[in-house]
């Protein structure tokens, strides 16, 4: 069985969901859905968006599900807990959270520029600190 009709049937399942309700959700043509869990008809772009809308999910999800786009690398397991860390600040932390990483991320290349130039001498570095709001 094609692997986005085996996705999309997981996915209505965990909802409860029938095919009409997808249709309903999607505001696609019943038949549509139809076809496409039929294996008749493969999705498209316009499909893609509005399951994706009706199912809540990033389009670049369902879209790489298709085969639309190609599959996306595998995160290392602290690329996904920093990513969820993220997440669970409100947006005012988040911003100094992304200053901070651009701040070290200028300090890393910097010191591999001086290494690349020949210059090895390390220079004193300060603590870094967060940057404070206030």
């Excluded at 009409?20 to 076809?35: F, T």
């Excluded at 893609?48 to 670049?60: G, V």
């Excluded at 990483?101 to 020949?118: C, D, I, N, P, T």
Aim: net charge positive; with cysteine; charged share 25%.
């Amino acid at each position: 069985m094609d692997s986005f009709i085996l996705w999309l049937e997981q996915e209505l399942d965990k909802r409860g969901w029938k095919q009409a309700d997808l249709a309903r959700a999607a505001n696609l043509d019943s038949a549509a859905i139809s076809m496409l869990l039929s294996g008749r008809r493969k999705p498209g772009d316009v499909t893609c968006n509005a399951i994706a809308r009706a199912l809540h999910l990033p389009p670049e999800t369902v879209f790489r599900i298709a085969g639309l786009l190609p599959p996306q690398p595998e995160k290392s397991s602290s690329s996904r807990l920093i990513e969820w860390l993220f997440d669970q600040l409100p947006p005012e932390e988040q911003e100094d959270a992304l200053a901070y990483l651009k701040m070290k991320q200028e300090r890393v290349a910097a010191k591999a520029a001086a290494k690349a130039a020949g210059r090895n001498d390390n220079p004193p570095t300060t603590p870094l600190k967060a940057p404070s709001r206030g």
